[in-house]
């Protein structure tokens, strides 16, 4: 009896011991298994975040390509429909835009890029001769902290030669830069330019004015390479102004090797008025134009008429000569450019025979101007000048002279203000934007 009494109980002990064992696994497999759960859920949860995240960052594209400008507070509300997304944006570099998007815990980032002009009210490839000063508002550039800004008045890459005072007015909070610049900044020291030059290159420049050689003023302000202006020259955006039309009996765009040789149009500024009053803003000349004071009224007058219709014009001059005689503060910018053949060679050259053809009375106006006696700049003649202004004309979107190897000729004494909002609505049109590289559909 007492034999199977301990048998018993000694199957009784391992039978617990195995049910005890059997109970210590079965919890630590449910826990290992809960564990495997719970971070399962917190997988899916995360991924779930990172999904709406990126769909937020590719609405803000979307969104971005549709309207032709860079993300805004609206466009934000309107990539975020479950009001759990947020957003924020850095400008990190010039033609950068960094849009991050929050969801939850995920914090995704992606750079927007973008075509944008370096700093500089008048940027230049051709060489340049001011004949009676020049004073400007700057443009502000990057910000040094402390209200003090890295200003830029001109960005050149060759020649440049003043006759008069050369002066940087600085900062004003009356005529402002642009949109939402803040009040009370000023230009550092080391960015403002007080000198005087006779018929020389000016000594004494500060930073604000900067000698590039290597600046591609085409490709920052339209996102293509200068030797790829047909690309933007038929853009449909683009309307286009010539002596002899530039289109097919189908109305299609003449190929680049079949455009015809550019010559001057006699009525640049009606042609020029005319687009202005059907709303147009991105205005191509191909050829010579000739803008006297007549011209330069009917155009101030069909900017204003137009109201909020136009912010600002951009007008580009093509493979000719531009002549302006007379006062306008124009609402845009200047783009005078002159393309090159791929050997280099330029596809326009002026003469003093073109100049005559164009206007005869400025014909002779720049002659004495830049070739009298005595002659004390031998470098600029008439025949090498493919830019002459007479008169206070003047673009606040800025100039761009692109016509390497000729001269800008302005007679006159040059002062006025800077506003790059004029050349934004125009611009954002044909401005292409592009994720940068790494990003999630980087092009």
């Given at each position: 009896?007492s034999?199977t009494?301990?048998?018993?109980?000694?199957?009784?002990?391992?039978?617990?011991i195995?049910?005890?064992?059997a109970l210590?696994?079965?919890?630590g497999m449910y826990?290992?298994?809960?564990?495997?759960?719970?971070?399962?859920?917190?997988?899916?949860?995360?991924k779930?975040q990172?999904?709406?995240a990126?769909?937020?960052?590719?609405?803000i594209?979307?969104?971005t390509?549709?309207?032709?400008?860079l993300?805004?507070?609206?466009?934000?509300?309107?990539c975020?429909?479950?009001?759990l997304?947020?957003?924020s944006?850095q400008?990190?570099?010039?033609?950068?835009?960094k849009v991050t998007?929050?969801?939850?815990?995920q914090?995704?980032s992606?750079t927007?890029?973008?075509p944008?002009?370096a700093?500089g009210?008048?940027?230049a490839?051709?060489?340049l001769?001011?004949?009676?000063g020049?004073?400007?508002?700057?443009?502000?550039?990057l910000s040094?902290?402390?209200s003090?800004w890295a200003c830029t008045m001109?960005?050149?890459?060759?020649?440049?030669y003043?006759n008069?005072?050369?002066a940087n007015?600085?900062?004003s909070?009356?005529h402002?830069?642009?949109?939402?610049?803040?009040?009370?900044?000023s230009?550092?020291g080391?960015?403002?330019?007080t000198?005087?030059?006779?018929?020389a290159?000016p000594?004494?420049?500060?930073?604000?004015?900067v000698n590039?050689?290597h600046?591609?003023?085409f490709e920052d302000?339209f996102g293509?390479?200068?030797s790829?202006w047909?690309k933007v020259?038929?853009?449909?955006?683009?309307?286009k102004?010539s002596a002899?039309?530039?289109?097919?009996a189908s109305g299609v765009?003449?190929?680049?090797?079949?455009?015809?040789?550019?010559?001057?149009?006699?009525?640049?500024g009606?042609q020029?008025?005319?687009q202005i009053?059907?709303?147009k803003?991105?205005?191509w000349?191909?050829?010579?134009?000739?803008?006297?004071?007549?011209?330069?009224t009917?155009?101030?007058d069909?900017?204003d008429a137009?109201?909020?219709?136009?912010?600002?014009?951009?007008?580009v001059i093509?493979?000719?000569?531009l002549s302006?005689?007379?006062?306008?503060?124009?609402?845009g910018m200047?783009y005078?450019f002159i393309?090159?053949?791929?050997d280099g060679t330029?596809?326009?050259?002026?003469?003093?025979?073109?100049?005559?053809?164009l206007?005869l009375?400025?014909a002779?106006?720049?002659?004495?101007?830049?070739d009298?006696?005595?002659d004390?700049l031998?470098?600029?003649?008439i025949?090498n000048?493919?830019?002459f202004?007479?008169?206070?004309f003047?673009?606040?979107?800025?100039?761009?002279m692109d016509?390497p190897?000729t001269?800008?000729v302005?007679?006159?004494?040059m002062?006025f203000q800077?506003?790059?909002?004029?050349i934004d609505?125009?611009?954002?049109?044909?401005?292409?934007?592009?994720w940068?590289k790494?990003?999630?559909?980087?092009?």
């Amino acid at each position: 009896m007492s034999n199977t009494s301990q048998r018993g109980v000694a199957t009784l002990l391992i039978t617990s011991i195995l049910l005890t064992v059997a109970l210590v696994v079965t919890l630590g497999m449910y826990k290992n298994l809960f564990f495997q759960i719970k971070r399962a859920q917190n997988e899916v949860r995360a991924k779930q975040q990172f999904w709406m995240a990126e769909g937020g960052l590719e609405c803000i594209y979307s969104v971005t390509q549709t309207a032709h400008m860079l993300p805004t507070a609206s466009h934000y509300s309107a990539c975020d429909s479950s009001g759990l997304l947020s957003f924020s944006y850095q400008n990190p570099g010039r033609g950068q835009w960094k849009v991050t998007a929050q969801y939850g815990y995920q914090h995704l980032s992606k750079t927007i890029r973008y075509p944008a002009s370096a700093s500089g009210v008048l940027k230049a490839t051709s060489n340049l001769y001011f004949a009676g000063g020049l004073s400007m508002l700057a443009d502000p550039g990057l910000s040094l902290g402390d209200s003090q800004w890295a200003c830029t008045m001109l960005r050149y890459s060759k020649e440049f030669y003043v006759n008069g005072n050369l002066a940087n007015l600085g900062l004003s909070d009356t005529h402002l830069p642009y949109s939402g610049f803040p009040t009370g900044q000023s230009c550092h020291g080391d960015y403002m330019t007080t000198t005087t030059a006779g018929y020389a290159t000016p000594t004494g420049l500060e930073k604000d004015f900067v000698n590039d050689l290597h600046q591609t003023p085409f490709e920052d302000l339209f996102g293509e390479a200068r030797s790829e202006w047909y690309k933007v020259m038929s853009d449909p955006q683009f309307s286009k102004i010539s002596a002899t039309s530039l289109f097919n009996a189908s109305g299609v765009l003449l190929s680049q090797t079949s455009l015809p040789t550019p010559a001057p149009i006699t009525n640049c500024g009606e042609q020029i008025v005319q687009q202005i009053q059907l709303g147009k803003d991105l205005l191509w000349v191909y050829g010579s134009c000739h803008l006297e004071h007549s011209d330069l009224t009917a155009i101030g007058d069909a900017i204003d008429a137009a109201g909020s219709a136009i912010d600002g014009v951009i007008l580009v001059i093509h493979n000719g000569l531009l002549s302006t005689e007379g006062a306008l503060t124009f609402k845009g910018m200047i783009y005078h450019f002159i393309s090159q053949a791929a050997d280099g060679t330029p596809d326009f050259v002026p003469s003093e025979a073109q100049w005559q053809a164009l206007n005869l009375t400025q014909a002779n106006l720049l002659k004495s101007a830049v070739d009298h006696t005595p002659d004390v700049l031998p470098a600029v003649s008439i025949d090498n000048t493919s830019y002459f202004q007479t008169g206070a004309f003047y673009p606040i979107g800025g100039y761009v002279m692109d016509a390497p190897d000729t001269y800008a000729v302005f007679s006159s004494s040059m002062s006025f203000q800077f506003n790059r909002d004029a050349i934004d609505v125009p611009l954002n049109k044909i401005r292409k934007f592009k994720w940068q590289k790494g990003s999630w559909y980087g092009q």
